[in-house]
């Protein structure tokens, strides 16, 4: 029996370990101690690499393996989405487990954590001898103890040991650098430990701060760091292809971030180019209309609105307000791609918003609305319904308004859309902010203090009137042709 078992092991040590019923710590002491004994003398025989990769699957491709080999003590890798981060997170806790010695995984969240621990603890588990869900703890016949820590509380590793720390998504965690020094930094002194900072990167915060640390061996010796795009990933070999298709629809900047690990200094804004596509002049007050510039008797010039175009069409996107916010309708006339109106109010009785716009959709023409469809809004989409107006309600969630956001912030960047160089409007997009989530998901959202009313009334109206060249999700009215 003990050959047999050796043998196997030596032949094929992944599938041996993995073909072990699960309640191997249930057999009699004879036969685990003759497991783990084999185990042992086979991880005794096998080094680096090859021990994690053989024992435990976790094979690392070419780059990979290029990081592992430059390593110093600090290491900040940069990677674009898909590199395959994770796989090396999870090698390099394994590793230092199997050696015997206490690690780490730190994660920015819990819900980010909770995917990380499933994870690790499924690689885990033909060496597990203790497990605590509770918190998040593994201990290995090794010797070695694995903790996972969400630091949404940056304080709770403080007092602890390790020989090795992984930060995954380290430039989501909030006050990382705060978190780095204080607590994080000082689990390493008493075995000497090393850390991996590994993330997606996101503007120019700590996480940039530690990348050029590494890019700076005179002045920190002991720090490394590399930067690594999504194509860097050598498995997937329809990656690079499937990456051109995003970049044909995804804004950008975003790109750069997000699939080239480039780090993007206004990350956090989100429309760029406003001024360049802000070139329609527009009346005064509201509401706004598209102007043109005519010379008065006196021989003074003045902005009078636009002649409107009974054969062009038009579509109107209602943000609705809510306390103390502005109800904004937006006019764009969906074959010029231009905004032609905006209409902006509050503190006006619900009946009479109704009237407002009615009356801007007279005067366009157009029975094509686009609202949002919200607890305020939900009443008087009935009505207007009733009215006999074409009504396409805009269902928002976080994923439903990153999709909107994104086609207009596309539209600006390629100069298809072009809005009125209104100051308001103006004033909102400059300010428009772009959070992204542990989940890869982007929030939006205007800055505290600021107003967003004219942003997403724009981007119901553009959502309405672009023409967009891929298939949408059903349930999400996109193009202009689907509504008349």
């Not at 009346?283 to 021989?299: C, F, I, L, Q």
């Not at 205007?446 to 949408?472: I, K, N, T, Y």
């Amino acid at each position: 029996m003990r050959g047999n078992f050796l043998v196997n092991l030596e032949r094929n040590p992944e599938k041996t370990i993995r073909q072990l019923p699960d309640d191997w710590r249930l057999w009699p002491i004879e036969a685990q101690q003759l497991y783990l004994e084999a185990l042992k003398l086979k991880i005794a025989q096998l080094k680096g690499e090859t021990t994690v990769s053989r024992v435990f699957g976790l094979n690392l491709h070419a780059n990979q393996q290029k990081m592992v080999a430059e390593a110093r003590r600090f290491n900040v890798a940069d990677c674009g989405r898909r590199f395959g981060k994770s796989r090396l997170g999870e090698y390099l806790i394994v590793e230092t487990l199997m050696d015997g010695h206490p690690a780490s995984w730190m994660s920015p969240s819990f819900r980010s954590l909770g995917d990380s621990w499933r994870r690790l603890k499924e690689i885990l588990q033909p060496v597990t001898v203790e497990k605590s869900e509770q918190q998040f703890r593994v201990s290995v016949k090794s010797g070695g103890v694995l903790e996972c820590w969400s630091l949404d509380n940056p304080d709770a590793p403080r007092g602890r040991k390790y020989k090795r720390v992984v930060i995954d998504e380290a430039a989501m965690v909030r006050y990382l650098g705060e978190a780095w020094q204080a607590v994080i930094e000082p689990t390493l002194l008493d075995l000497l430990g090393d850390a991996w900072f590994l993330s997606t990167p996101k503007g120019a915060n700590f996480f940039k701060t530690m990348f050029t640390w590494g890019k700076d061996p005179t002045r920190h010796p002991e720090w490394m760091s590399w930067q690594m795009p999504s194509t860097a990933n050598p498995t997937l070999p329809h990656l690079a292809e499937e990456i051109e298709k995003i970049r044909a629809r995804t804004p950008e900047r975003y790109f750069q971030q997000e699939y080239l690990a480039e780090f993007v200094d206004d990350a956090g804004g989100v429309f760029r180019g406003v001024r360049d596509v802000a070139t329609i002049d527009c009346t005064t007050g509201w509401p706004s209309y598209a102007a043109m510039r005519v010379e008065t008797p006196d021989g003074e010039w003045q902005l009078v609105p636009r002649d409107i175009d009974p054969d062009h069409q038009y579509v109107i996107g209602i943000d609705w307000g809510k306390l103390n916010d502005f109800t904004v309708l937006a006019v764009i006339d969906a074959t010029t791609k231009e905004l032609v109106a905006l209409d902006r109010f509050n503190q006006i009785d619900y009946t009479l918003q109704v009237g407002r716009l009615k009356a801007l959709a007279r005067k366009f023409g157009t029975r094509t609305l686009v609202p949002e469809l919200n607890s305020i809004g939900i009443p008087l989409i009935e009505q207007l319904k009733q009215q006999d107006f074409k009504v396409h309600p805009f269902t928002t969630t976080n994923a439903s308004k990153a999709e909107a956001i994104d086609a207009l912030t596309l539209a600006f960047e390629k100069q298809e859309l072009h809005i009125l160089d209104n100051p308001v409007l103006i004033d909102e997009l400059q300010a428009y902010e772009a959070e992204r989530l542990p989940s890869g998901l982007l929030r939006y959202s205007a800055p505290e203090g600021f107003h967003d009313d004219c942003v997403m009334s724009l981007a119901l109206a553009w959502h309405g009137a672009s023409e967009r060249p891929r298939q949408e999700p059903a349930g999400y009215s996109v193009s202009y042709q689907e509504y008349v």
